[in-house]
């Protein structure tokens, strides 16, 4: 029979081979597009972080100036104090309502005693305003493990993985 005589063939599409290679670049790109998600939030978070840190810093430098500050003025009240009550000891209460000297210490002393309060409560106040900031930071810290601990990140290495290992095998070095 000749070529002629035979029954037309159906013609076929040309199927597409679709190799691992293929497969490993398809899930490459979808990781990469999740990591560069989680590069954006995380580089969001540092630089909040960033900005935190600078005020942290600026009020850590205002108590520690405040503080030497506060350490004088103590040891200067607490000699007015032990003046005060030494002279009070030795005097009469009448000698000591007449003393105007005595007043001016006493209402010195009772301003010193108000500045050093208010410096107490600015004390307390940057002392819970660096807790938060220590809560801040814990979060942050979370944040970098849970995304170390992250599937996608553990996919994205095994398929670097995988590819490097298929460079190598081909002889590249």
Known sequence: MADAD???MPES????AINSTDIIKAQLTRL??????QTTTLKEHRSETADSFKHLTADV???SSDLSIVKSRVTILESYKN??????TRTSARVQQASQVDLEQASQLARERAAREALAKRVADLAEETDRQTV???????MATKLAANPYIKQLSVALLAAL???????HL
Do not use: F, N
Not at 13 to 16: D, Y
Not at 165 to 171: F, I, R
């Open 6 to 8: 035979k029954p037309p």
């Open 13 to 16: 599409k040309p199927t597409v």
């Open 32 to 37: 990469i597009d999740k990591v560069d998600e």
């Open 61 to 63: 430098e205002l108590v």
């Open 83 to 88: 003046d005060a009550d030494a002279r009070a």
């Open 136 to 142: 801040m930071l814990t979060s942050l810290t979370t």
């Open 165 to 171: 290992t298929g460079y190598l095998a081909k002889g």
